[in-house]
């Protein structure tokens, strides 16, 4: 059985209404996205404007994840265990291990949201071109 005039415009109808329901949700993804990113950037800047501390936590904890199974020896593993102990505090170093943490779990699900809205937008294309069709059909019907 074929699809009459009203079978289209019914179609029709209904695509534009997924497309606009389509449009609203990507534009909140998007606006999740924008503050997942500021949040990040934010998380950062605590980072970098506190350097002396970040600095000493990079330095010196990264150093000690990189390097724990090296042997170290002598007036080096002296110097490394006095910069350990004594330079960068458990405070500091639970601060910025914590803001690192935080940055991750953003920075996933950043990326999580990124890949929706990108789903999302593969949607809006489909429907867009599924609309286009029966547009064009109910255009050409009287033809």
Do not use: H
């Amino acid at each position: 059985m074929a699809k009459s005039l009203d079978d289209y415009k019914a179609e029709e109808s209904s695509l534009v209404r997924q497309i606009s329901s389509r449009k609203k949700k990507n534009k909140k993804i998007k606006e999740e996205i924008d503050r997942l990113k500021d949040a990040y950037e934010k998380l950062g800047r605590i980072k970098r404007k506190n350097a002396e501390n970040a600095d000493l936590v990079r330095d010196k904890t990264k150093l000690n994840k990189v390097a724990k199974k090296v042997a170290w020896r002598g007036e080096y593993k002296d110097r490394f265990d006095y910069s350990m102990k004594y330079c960068a505090t458990p405070a500091a170093k639970d601060f910025f291990e914590s803001i690192d943490d935080m940055q991750d779990e953003i920075g996933k699900a950043l990326d999580k949201k990124q890949a929706e809205y990108d789903s999302g937008i593969g949607i809006l294309n489909g429907l867009n071109k599924a609309w286009q069709a029966v547009s064009g059909t109910i255009r050409n019907w009287g033809n």
